[in-house]
């Protein structure tokens, strides 16, 4: 059995406590847990409730500033699109930066816990629906960067592997890419998590085991610090993506 697979086997999800949009299951770990997302501030439900939000949200803004250049994909009419991933533990709060950067570049952000359920309306959260998950939420993504659309990934990209499939995808198709790192302090999440209505401490507990499992991140990316207020945080992403 592997360090994820021994972790999942403890998870709190096994009896039944609630722990967030991409709970933990018998044989394998979870890719999200949104429901400990991100600072209190943050607006609108969690993507855990029954009708969700939808696979792609809106933004407008402008170009980030750490580019690489790329041609336009063969047959492709349109100048490639941006891309911009956005990762980090549960909790950090990954989708108030990943909202915020869609603003900036006039992207559409597309999550693999809104993926997932439409995937698999009873998931398991075994390993092969994970890279289910993460195939389809890169394939999508490059469909939109070849149209020349701006694209936000919201994910956990706990595992190399999949930020390594994302960084060759935009290689390939997307005119510019960014990978920011969402961290935030320890006591800051477990607060958060513990100020939020109705949420048990198995949520940060999930927190606390991903941060085993989360391989490093040796590659080029930008780190947006959350243990602040909102404005703080949006302040880091202004002074990347403006």
Known sequence: MSNRDAADAASPEASGQPT???PPASGSVPDEAPTTEGPITTDGPPATE?????????GDGSKPDDTHGSSTPSGSEADPGKLVVVCGLPG????????RIADHVDGEILRTDVIRKELFPDPTYADEETEAVYDTLIQRARERVVDGDAVVLDATFADERFRRDVRGMARDAADTFDLVKVECDETV?????EQRDGISDADFDIHLRFKKLFDGIDSDHRVVDNSGGEAATFDQVDDVFD
């Not at 029954?50 to 809106?58: H, I, L, Q």
């Not at 950090?92 to 909202?99: E, L, R, S, Y």
């Open 20 to 22: 967030g949009e991409d």
């Open 50 to 58: 029954p009708d969700g939000p939808p696979a792609t949200e809106p």
């Open 92 to 99: 950090v709060g990954k989708t108030t930066v990943a909202k």
């Open 189 to 193: 999440v477990k607060r958060r998590i």
